[in-house]
């Protein structure tokens, strides 16, 4: 196993970087070159979903790679999710993502949320009349199940789940899930999260790794931060390095978001550093501050998930 990676419960390997696709612009021709690029700086990780509309340019440009032979399949690692409005038939679903990557089987299958919609709800940020008010995670689990026993996905998971919600998942759970992505960085660092998956080994996967800047949710306080800064000046890094850095020596992998050129091999450069236990001492004593789409979600709807406890009750 190299360096870069790191085994899954289910028996393959994750690298420990992956590029995310979503962009608020979805412009197709600029995610196929992204993807492009970051395969040829060493990215073999690449994380989407059918809600960020970014399956068939990711699709367009592995298969153009593997086709002419500048990396094979079994090299690269695809993550998709189910949205919430696809709980009813997660194998359905599955089978809509596999068509439009235009591949035969992903690596990694998410639940996407731990909410549902009505089947035609198709916003990011969901209006009042979208949500359902109660989610069969059950049934849904058992169609993830389902997914893997077919031969559509290698791993199932989950995305954006709790502590009580892992817990409440693996009282029924055949099959655990492998992985739980979640927002995760130095200033929100899902310590008891942390704590609960790795009893369970599941591993953790890390979105936002520097807060989301540039997201209607997000913020710039991960990397502006002072004493994120001063680590960086230390070592002769970027604060953006430092970020990932304390998520990789967490046990996690991270899914970094940039198609600048410039921040694709930066983010990668992260791999190198080397932060001492003075640098996570200090970070681990960092005020803890929520940075996430989650209270945007909530905040932004009438949905019936006002209390943000019941949708996102992550303890820190």
Not at 107 to 113: A, K
Not at 224 to 229: C, D, R, S
Request: glycine share 6%; aromatic share 8%; charged share 25%.
């Amino acid at each position: 196993m190299r360096k870069d990676e790191v085994r899954l419960n289910c028996g393959i390997t994750i690298p420990v970087i992956g590029l995310g696709t979503y962009s608020s612009n979805n412009d197709r021709v600029t995610t196929e070159k992204a993807v492009h690029l970051a395969l040829k700086m060493g990215y073999r990780h690449f994380d989407t979903a059918k809600i960020y509309g970014s399956e068939g340019a990711v699709g367009n440009a592995l298969r153009k790679a593997i086709e002419d032979q500048i990396i094979p399949r079994e090299d690269v690692f695809l993550t998709s999710k189910l949205w919430s409005g696809d709980h009813h038939d997660p194998v359905s679903a599955l089978k809509h993502t596999l068509r439009n990557l235009g591949m035969e089987y992903i690596d990694m299958y998410l639940v996407h949320w731990p909410i549902k919609l009505k089947p035609w709800a198709c916003n990011a940020v969901p209006k009042e009349e979208d949500f359902e008010k109660q989610l069969d995670m059950e049934t849904t689990w058992e169609g993830m199940q389902k997914c893997l026993d077919m031969g559509l996905c290698r791993c199932i998971g989950v995305s954006n789940f709790s502590t009580k919600k892992i817990e409440h998942l693996l009282d029924f759970a055949s099959v655990p899930p492998a992985v739980n992505q979640v927002e995760m960085h130095p200033m929100w660092r899902q310590r008891k999260l942390r704590e609960i998956c790795g009893k369970h080994d599941i591993h953790v996967s890390g979105y936002s790794p520097l807060g989301g800047p540039g997201n209607a949710w997000g913020s710039t306080a991960v990397v502006k931060n002072p004493l994120i800064n001063s680590i960086a000046l230390k070592h002769k890094a970027t604060p953006a390095q430092v970020a990932l850095k304390w998520g990789l020596t967490r046990g996690a992998s991270v899914i970094v978001k940039s198609f600048n050129p410039d921040r694709l091999r930066e983010n990668m450069g992260s791999l190198d550093l080397k932060l001492d236990d003075e640098d996570l001492i200090e970070i681990e004593q960092l005020e803890e501050r929520k940075i996430m789409r989650g209270d945007f979600l909530v905040n932004n709807t009438t949905s019936p998930y006002k209390n943000l406890e019941e949708l996102w009750d992550y303890e820190i």
